[in-house]
Nanobody, 117 residues
Framework: QVQVVESGGGLVQAGGSLRLSCATSGSIFRSSAMGWYRQAPGKQRELVASITRGGRLDYADYADSVKGRFTISRDSAKNIVYLQMNSPKPEDTAVYYC????????WGQGTQVTVSS
């Protein structure tokens, strides 16, 4: 059974920090590249950060809009994926989801992040 639970969202001031967590179960997440996606009101869901297994090291990639501010990491032993959000901006306000990359047809409830100016 596939399960994804995102947490850690909330209200944060611009320039602050927040860490999102994603607890996963299911073999697809243990073997896949994982990513954080977000969907703002009236906009399409977009991939903002991904992490791919690369031998001894993982490889991370970011959307230009968050590069240098967000950091994705994973604890493979616990099947948890994190997103450290530093210096968030009001335009980062969205519901954040995690999923495999490319995504599987199962989405968790997401976690709301609201950045105030």
């Amino acid at each position: 059974q596939v399960q994804v639970v995102e947490s850690g969202g909330g209200l944060v001031q611009a320039g602050g920090s927040l860490r999102l967590s994603c607890a996963t179960s299911g073999s697809i997440f243990r073997s896949s590249a994982m990513g954080w996606y977000r969907q703002a009101p009236g906009k399409q869901r977009e991939l903002v950060a991904s992490i791919t297994r690369g031998g001894r090291l993982d490889y991370a990639d970011y959307a230009d809009s968050v590069k240098g501010r967000f950091t994705i990491s994973r604890d493979s032993a616990k099947n948890i994926v994190y997103l450290q959000m530093n210096s968030p901006k009001p335009e980062d306000t969205a519901v954040y989801y995690c999923n495999a990359v490319p995504p599987v047809p199962y989405w968790g409830q997401g976690t709301q992040v609201t950045v105030s100016s």
